[in-house]
């Protein structure tokens, strides 16, 4: 029943955010240590809440998948921050969950292209702080806004 209950919620407050969406984002970050791979990101920007998805090996479907929940406002005309939290999983024939992570940044927005730097801390067992930095494409500030 509890189950239940929190899909219904998740379900609704998305199909309401729908309603304010600026459209998809697909982007690349890097960890800026030696050895660290670059990750995609894709997802969803709605203008202050993006959702996102990140891969790091992009040969196979298994192995680690970051899902992420982002609070995103902007102050002023172009600079913003990035506050949330992700989830670690492992896709090997079905997701496994491996962890939990947050996720403290700024973020410079020109046009449709945003700059970011955070860091992200992960409490799994031993604490992780990773910082990374990377660029967004909104695509939906691509579409010009309809003429009234």
């Known amino acids: 029943m509890k189950r239940a209950l929190v899909l219904s919620l998740i379900f609704i407050i998305g199909l309401s955010a729908l309603a304010v969406a600026g459209g998809p984002l697909i982007g690349a970050g890097i960890i800026p240590t030696a050895g660290a791979p670059a990750v995609l990101a894709f997802g969803w920007d709605f203008n202050v809440i993006a ?36 989830i670690l999983a492992n896709w090997t024939g079905a997701f496994r969950y491996d962890g939990f992570g947050f996720v403290i940044g700024s973020s410079y927005t020109g046009g449709a292209i945003q700059i970011y730097g955070e860091l992200d801390i992960w409490p799994t067992g ?13 695509v939906g500030n691509l579409i010009p806004a309809a003429a009234d």
């Open 51 to 86: 959702i996102e998805c990140i891969k790091a090996d992009l040969t196979t479907p298994n192995g680690d998948w970051i899902f992420g929940a982002l609070w995103t406002p902007q102050v002023g005309d172009n600079f913003g921050y990035r506050v949330g939290t992700r």
């Open 126 to 138: 031993l604490l992780v702080i990773t910082p990374v930095i990377g660029i967004n494409f909104l």
